[in-house]
C-alpha cells in the first residue's frame, strides 16, 4: 500500500472494489446493471461554463454541479474569477446539468477539534485542522463539547493571536472549562439546519431543481448525515476516496468520490473507470475548474475514456434514482453529440426529494427561526483535499 496526494492509503483495485472505507449497505432495488459515471464540479466558479460546458455540450453528456448559493452572480471567492449566474446556470441545466447544493457559503459540514484549552471566561475558541473555517461565519452558532458538557455560542468574529493562531470570537464567555484534548467545536444543530435549507430554498428560488448535496472540503461525517437527510436525496461526495460505488452496496449518504484531474494521476483514474465497466459499477470523478491544470482537453479525455468503456455518463440524481433511491419523475434533456448531426432527446428518471414542508425540524419554520441572524460572513472555497472522513469521532 502507497500513500496518496490527499494523504490516505492508497489501496490496490482489487482492495478498493472492496472497500477501503466500509460504506452502509442499503438494501434499495436498483434499476439497472449498467456502468455510470458521475461527473461532478465544485463551487459553481464560471469556468464550469467556460470549460466544463461545452465539453460536454460537444460530447453530448450531462454533470452535476455544486453551487454555493450565496455566491451565485457574484464574485463568488477568490479562488475563481467570477461565480455563474441564474441566466448560465439555467442553459446548464436546461441541457441536462443537475444543480446541487454546496451550502450557503462554502462551510464546513464537520467538526474539529481545539488547539487550545478553553477557561470559563475565554471568549475566543481556537479551532485546529485544515479547512478549519468557522472562525469566518460571524453570526453563526458554534457548539463546543466533550463527552460530558456542551455550550453554544454565537460567533461574532475572528482573528489571530500573536503566535498567529486563527481564532473565533464569540458573543460571551463560554462559562465553562474545556479541555483540548477532549474538546471539539461544530455548528449547532439549529445552524447545520439553516445553511442547508436555507441553500436549498435560495436556489430553487432562482426556479432550479435541487435534490442533492455536494459537501465543502469533502468533509462528511456521520453528524453532517443526520441533518442532511432532512433535505436531501443524497450527497455526492460522503468519503473522499477512489470513486467507485459497488451495486448492491450504494448508500446516498455514504457515496465515494474521486478527482480526475488534480489529486491524482491519469494511470489511477484510468484503473478506476477499468473497475467501474468490469463490476457494472457507479463511478464519481469530482475536479474543480478554476485550477488551471483542469482543461478542455483533460475533461474531454475523462469524458471519452469512459464513453471507449461503455460506462453511462449520468447525473448523480439520475444515478441515485436507477440505485432505487427517492421518488421518480419524468424530463427530458436534449444533447448533441460529436457523432450525430441531429439532436438526440432522451427521456430520463429523475430523483424527487420529499418536500420540505414534510421536512420541517423542531425548530419549526426554518426562515423564522434563522431570520435573526442577520448577515453572515462568507469564507473563500478552497478544493477540500485532505481525509474527510464519516467515521470521525463526533
Known sequence: MELSRRGFLKLSTSTALAGAVTATTVGAQSTTENAQAVIVYDDGPVTDYQKAFPVHKDEGVPASIGIVSEWVGTDGSGSMDRALNK????????????????????????????????????????????????????????????????????????????????????????????????????????????????????????????????????????????????????????????????????????????????????????????????????????AHTQRDEVTKSKIRRMIRAAKSRDIEIVTLRQALADAGFGATRTTTTTNTTTTSTTPKTTTTMTTHPPSTDSAESSDGSMLETFESFGIVGGVGAVAGFILGRRSESE
Open 87 to 286: 441566466k448560465e446556470l439555467t442553459e446548464m441545466e436546461s441541457f441536462g446539468f443537475e444543480i446541487m447544493s454546496h451550502t450557503r457559503e462554502h462551510t464546513s459540514l464537520k467538526s474539529f477539534p481545539l488547539a487550545k484549552d478553553i477557561a470559563p471566561d475565554d471568549d475566543r475558541a481556537y479551532p485546529n485542522g485544515t479547512h478549519a473555517s468557522h472562525p469566518f461565519h460571524a453570526g453563526y452558532e458554534v457548539e463546543i463539547y466533550d463527552g460530558d458538557s456542551s455550550v453554544t455560542r454565537n460567533i461574532v468574529g475572528s482573528g489571530r493571536n500573536d503566535d498567529d493562531e486563527l481564532y473565533m470570537k464569540l458573543d460571551k464567555p463560554v462559562g465553562m472549562s474545556f479541555d483540548a484534548d477532549s474538546a471539539r467545536e461544530r455548528l449547532s444543530p439549529k445552524t447545520m439546519r439553516y445553511i442547508l435549507r436555507d441553500s436549498k430554498r435560495t436556489l430553487e428560488s432562482y426556479g432550479f431543481t435541487v435534490d442533492n448535496l455536494l459537501a465543502p472540503y469533502d468533509h462528511f461525517t456521520e453528524y453532517s448525515e443526520k441533518f442532511t437527510k432532512e433535505f436531501y436525496t443524497g450527497v455526492a461526495n460522503a468519503i473522499d476516496s477512489n470513486g467507485i460505488n459497488q451495486r448492491g452496496e450504494i448508500d446516498p449518504y455514504g457515496t465515494r468520490r474521486d478527482y480526475f484531474i488534480e489529486f491524482t494521476d491519469w494511470s489511477a483514474v484510468r484503473d478506476e473507470l477499468d473497475a467501474v465497466a468490469e463490476d457494472n459499477a457507479l463511478g464519481i470523478f469530482g
